[in-house]
């Protein structure tokens, strides 16, 4: 059974940073692809950041270059989401997702989900 899941979520002020982590069991992690996705509410799902499966190649959405990073740790089958200097635009649930085709921008290309993590940043 494959599972990913998501932690680290909070609430935060404007400003303050947070790590969210998301482990996957069931699959070889080091095959897959990951990728971070967000939802807020009444808003689609979009795409974060995303981590080849050697960790060789990161991509982002313009609006977090800069404050955003995607690491991976393949001896742990986790992969983090460091996120400074929040925004209250950041506001969302956050998952994870991973996809063993290399990795993409779009959310139909992953293969599995987490559940999600809420993460709240006040002004």
């Known amino acids: 059974q494959v599972q990913l899941v998501e932690s680290g979520g909070g609430l935060v002020q404007a400003g303050g940073s947070l790590r969210l982590s998301c482990a996957l069991s069931g699959r070889t992690f080091s095959r897959y692809a990951m990728g971070w996705f967000r939802q807020a509410p009444g808003k689609e799902r979009e795409f974060v950041a995303g981590m080849s499966w050697s960790g060789g190649t990161t991509y982002y959405r313009d609006s977090v270059k800069g404050r955003f990073t995607i690491s991976r740790d393949n001896a742990k089958n986790t992969v983090y989401l460091q996120m400074n200097s929040l925004k209250p635009e950041d506001t969302a649930v956050y998952y994870c997702?991973?996809?063993?085709?290399?990795?993409?921008?779009?959310?139909?290309?992953?293969?599995?989900w987490g559940q999600g993590t809420q993460v709240t940043v006040s002004s």
């Open positions: 997702a991973a996809d063993h085709r290399g990795g993409s921008f779009s959310a139909g290309e992953y293969d599995y």
